[in-house]
């Protein structure tokens, strides 16, 4: 049996970025993955065996840790709206790579919440949180063909918002 | 004053053989309607098992020009194993 340690090089990595793919700041996502991983801590006596069990309670508490923070300082998680002049807008140049990738990160946070939320949360939890389609199935509470039909729902749609960021950058 | 009691007692009889009825009705209509939910369920599930089927090859790719895009801008390190 894996211990949490174990658990958290695995996950902690994929369940950071999915946070801030679905909103969250840096800062943020990454107190939100060290509270989930100290209730999994004091779990770890009644921790599964199974890996995708334990994934998916990860990605539970953690779901739940931010709701009750945006409860809590209500404020939205997701910029609904990008701005015309900022969402036609090209990387400054003179940027070093960190500063693109960060460009990037924003302009695909920006495109992920204007994806319908259903498309938004099987397609993260896909490619950003790699998980495999019966997880998310499970997480998500809907068939495994569903979940392949939103992915490719999501990414036709994220190619038409991504358009100019992904002349830059492919 | 006359009273007809036949008259009564056969409007009695009348009203509640029709509460039976309604009664009766409900009950196929409740069916119906469940069965009619049974049907749309399977027929949902059917229509997603089509579309999934429908899915070009490399929908569900991680590593398409899109995905590699992704992984690229989320590959943020994540918090050092909270002290516990």
Same mark, same amino acid.
């Given at each position: 049996?894996?211990? +949490?340690?174990?658990? %958290?090089?695995?996950? /902690?990595?994929? $369940?950071?970025?999915?946070?801030?793919?679905?909103?969250?700041? %840096?800062?943020?996502?990454?107190?939100?993955?060290?509270?989930?991983?100290?209730?999994?801590?004091?779990?770890?006596?009644?921790?599964?065996?199974?890996?995708?069990?334990?994934?998916?309670?990860?990605?539970?508490?953690?779901?739940?840790?931010?709701?009750?923070?945006?409860? /809590?300082?209500?404020?939205? +998680?997701?910029?609904?709206?990008?701005?015309?002049?900022?969402?036609?807008?090209?990387?400054?140049?003179? $940027?070093?790579?960190?500063?693109?990738?960060? %460009?990037?990160?924003?302009?695909?946070?920006?495109?992920? /919440?204007?994806?319908?939320?259903?498309?938004?949360?099987? %397609?993260?939890?896909?490619? +950003?949180?790699?998980?495999?389609?019966?997880?998310?199935?499970?997480?998500?509470?809907?068939?495994?063909?569903?979940?392949?039909?939103?992915?490719?729902?999501?990414?036709?749609?994220?190619?038409?918002? $991504?358009?100019?960021?992904?002349?830059?950058?492919? | 004053?006359?009273?007809?009691?036949?008259?009564?007692?056969?409007?009695? =009889?009348?009203?509640? #053989?029709?509460? #039976? =009825?309604?009664?009766?009705?409900?009950?196929? @209509?409740?069916?119906?309607?469940? @069965?009619?939910?049974?049907?749309? @369920?399977?027929?949902?599930?059917?229509?997603?098992?089509?579309?999934?089927?429908?899915?070009?090859?490399?929908?569900?790719?991680?590593?398409?020009?899109?995905?590699?895009?992704?992984?690229?801008?989320?590959?943020?390190?994540?918090?050092?194993?909270?002290?516990?």
């Amino acid at each position: 049996m894996k211990t +949490v340690e174990e658990h %958290y090089k695995v996950l /902690a990595p994929r $369940l950071t970025n999915w946070l801030v793919a679905s909103g969250s700041s %840096y800062a943020e996502a990454c107190d939100i993955v060290q509270d989930t991983f100290v209730k999994i801590w004091n779990m770890r006596n009644d921790l599964q065996e199974d890996d995708n069990a334990v994934s998916g309670l990860v990605f539970t508490i953690a779901r739940n840790i931010r709701k009750n923070l945006v409860r /809590a300082e209500k404020h939205l +998680v997701l910029q609904d709206e990008i701005g015309e002049d900022e969402a036609g807008a090209t990387p400054e140049t003179n $940027l070093t790579p960190d500063d693109e990738r960060d %460009y990037l990160r924003r302009k695909l946070v920006e495109a992920f /919440a204007k994806l319908p939320p259903i498309l938004r949360d099987a %397609y993260t939890l896909f490619q +950003v949180a790699e998980m495999p389609i019966s997880e998310i199935a499970v997480q998500t509470g809907v068939s495994e063909n569903l979940v392949k039909v939103r992915i490719f729902r999501a990414k036709e749609k994220l190619k038409e918002l $991504l358009a100019n960021v992904r002349k830059d950058f492919c | 004053m006359n009273i007809n009691f036949n008259n009564i007692r056969t409007n009695t =009889t009348n009203a509640a #053989q029709a509460v #039976q =009825t309604t009664a009766e009705a409900e009950k196929t @209509s409740e069916a119906t309607l469940n @069965s009619y939910d049974l049907t749309i @369920s399977l027929a949902e599930a059917a229509i997603e098992d089509i579309k999934a089927a429908g899915l070009p090859e490399d929908a569900l790719r991680r590593d398409d020009d899109l995905g590699k895009l992704v992984s690229a801008a989320f590959s943020l390190p994540p918090p050092p194993f909270p002290d516990v």
